[in-house]
């Protein structure tokens, strides 16, 4: 006798699916829960109303007794650091990326032989390799945070920066360190004192082996326009007719790049210098004398803004501690509804044929 057994299909057609679908359904209306949960999870999740059966049951309560090791450090997964397959985009280097506005205090040394503690603003940057998926963010910070309580100078940015080159294995840096800085001054005549702040940025940068000190400074003056002050005076000579010509508040950021083997240029210095540039300086402390000695100084130095561009730039020009360098003015008229602007470089350091179109908008002081 001869016994055939059926052939049974390892690929079970979509009617056969449904079929067998219907007949779990049918078991687990009639099932337990604790029947249900103990189906494989990929089987439960077919069965209605039990989508988060293999949902584990998570503690809902923060771990303040959890300490790690390096062994479960090791098992963190780290997804910024990963090899170049889970790049996304172009694989193309990426000439700037860090972290910007870390802040935190920062000891400064003053022209006068003092210290003083500063709240500064850090960006920190690195060019990453197109083979290279990204970098991890924290070393930029741990870096300048074991060099920021030693007293202030280039030296301390330069050893956070050859800790984060090396860190983060790459080619090129850069580092930026903003605060604002006071400087007491004087009224003009009433006697009176009180601090200015400029804003000041200090930048390291490296690229291709080759490192720069650079000093940026915003200056703060007012502006009164030549030609407005000689219709005024006209006015007043031929037809006896009262006028006063605009002037306006004016910015210039002036970037320098530091010849450190000529000596140190403290920012006492170069505000100096500026003030030397436009003695219009904005003041602190105003009495009605102080006004009035304003408006002589204002009077006896006219400039249109190229004037200031040219007269900042033969400061800069003078001071052997000075390489190339920048002058960036704005003179926010009460005129126009618009300011002007001027813009005058010297050297290849700060050259650009592009001009940023927030540039002249980052010029404005808010009193």
């Not at 540039?277 to 400039?303: C, S």
Request: net charge negative; aromatic share 8%; proline share 4%.
């Amino acid at each position: 006798m001869n016994i055939h057994t059926p052939v049974v299909d390892a690929a079970p057609d979509r009617d056969e699916a449904e079929a067998a679908l219907r007949l779990l359904r049918d078991w687990a209306r009639g099932a337990s829960a604790t029947e249900i949960l103990e189906l494989d999870p990929s089987v439960a999740r077919l069965v209605p109303g039990s989508d988060a059966v293999d949902y584990p049951a998570l503690s809902r309560d923060y771990p303040d007794g959890f300490a790690i090791d390096e062994g479960y450090k090791a098992t963190l997964p780290d997804l910024q650091n990963g090899p170049s397959s889970l790049i996304r985009g172009a694989r193309q280097q990426i000439q700037h990326v860090g972290i910007s506005n870390f802040r935190l205090p920062v000891r400064f040394h003053t022209r006068d032989g003092n210290d003083l503690t500063l709240e500064a603003s850090v960006t920190g940057t690195v060019s990453l390799e197109a083979d290279k998926k990204g970098i991890n963010m924290s070393r930029i910070m741990r870096s300048f945070y074991r060099h920021a309580e030693e007293t202030f100078s280039f030296e301390v940015i330069e050893a956070a920066l050859d800790d984060y080159i090396t860190d983060l294995e790459s080619f090129d840096a850069r580092i930026q360190m903003r605060f604002s800085f006071p400087m007491k001054v004087e009224s003009l005549r009433s006697g009176l004192s009180g601090y200015q702040y400029y804003d000041i940025a200090l930048e390291l940068v490296e690229q291709g082996g080759v490192r720069k000190k650079i000093m940026h400074l915003d200056y703060v003056y007012s502006s009164t326009c030549p030609c407005s002050l000689e219709l005024s005076e006209h006015a007043r000579a031929t037809r006896g007719q009262l006028a006063t010509p605009h002037s306006q508040r004016s910015v210039a950021r002036v970037s320098v790049e530091l010849d450190t083997a000529a000596g140190c240029l403290w920012f006492e210095d170069l505000i100096d210098a500026c003030r030397r540039a436009v003695p219009t300086e904005t003041q602190v402390m105003v009495k009605r004398e102080d006004e009035q000695a304003f408006a002589e100084l204002n009077a006896a130095n006219p400039i249109f803004v190229e004037d200031a561009a040219r007269l900042f730039c033969e400061q800069m020009q003078a001071d052997v501690r000075i390489g190339d360098f920048r002058v960036v003015a704005s003179h926010q008229e009460s005129l126009h509804s618009h300011d002007a602007v001027s813009v005058l470089v010297e050297g290849g350091t700060f050259a650009s044929e592009s001009i940023d179109p927030k540039l002249f908008n980052t010029l404005f002081h808010v009193g």
